[in-house]
């Protein structure tokens, strides 16, 4: 009997270590613990740390209470002009308050996906599902030719669109934190159209450059010519029939005194008799013979 006595103590100690074992579980860092017992659910999470349980009848599972990533990738939406991109990849971030988990646990227990590291996503599946209509919703409401241009546009969009399907359903459980638009990938004739597009886009502004310049010159001459135009008027002012009468007579002058000097005048005197007093012509004419 004596020898049995330590075999009994090794037994005893054996199971209540088992014992122990099954009550005593660790959450971490930024995840929770929800617990069911004989199917119920506590809606109590359990925090970091330590924790203790009934044992074999409680079991628990691990949630994620830390921003969790969806990758959703190959997706090939219309855009508003019909045309269908060849790749478009987009990140959802989103995150679910630790004390929601458990609702969100009940309500959608075959939405959650079991993470690589063994800690379950909430609600992972609902969020995929609305995530990816709401990108195809906004897709639609942009031209192909300008998504390249519209990402930021287009990442808020998604992220204010699947907020809102969210908070009809869930309101106050599921936040969305972040949308990126890792890739976007066009047809190659959206591509030939966007190429185009650019090009034609560079060539207009050469020809608004080009319009400028000859507006521009345009105006130089114009300015040029308003001076001619101020030059002339100020000449003809000046041109009296006085000082003009003045002139010819100094010529006349000088032709007197400098023999064998010859002088031009129209055959038909056009002109000649508004300047040109025929009696001073013909005394320098006679004091020439």
Partial sequence: M???????????AVVVGVILSTMAYTVQSGNVAVERTLGKVNHTEQLQGLNFKAPILTTKQEFSAKEIAIDIDDLKPKAADNLSLRDLDVSV???VPPERISEL??????????????????AFGLVVREARAAIYEKVSEIDSLQLHKQRELLQNAVLEELQGRLEQSDSGDIFITRVVVRALNTDPSIEAA??????AEKRLEAKQVQVEIAKKDAEIEIERAKGI??????????????YLQHEINK??????????S???IPANMQGFDLILDSSSLQRAAGTGN
Avoid: C, Q
């Fill in 2 to 12: 004596n020898k049995l006595l330590p075999v009994k103590f090794v037994l005893l």
């Fill in 93 to 95: 971030y989103y995150r």
């Fill in 262 to 264: 010859v002088v031009v």
């Fill in 229 to 242: 135009a101020e030059a002339n008027s100020i000449i003809n002012k000046s041109l009296t029939a006085e």
């Fill in 105 to 122: 646990y009940v309500k959608y227990a075959a939405s959650s996906m079991r993470g690589s590291d063994g800690v379950w996503l909430p």
């Fill in 194 to 199: 966007i190429r185009e597009a650019v090009e």
């Fill in 251 to 260: 010529a006349l002058h000088e032709f007197a005194e400098n023999d064998g």
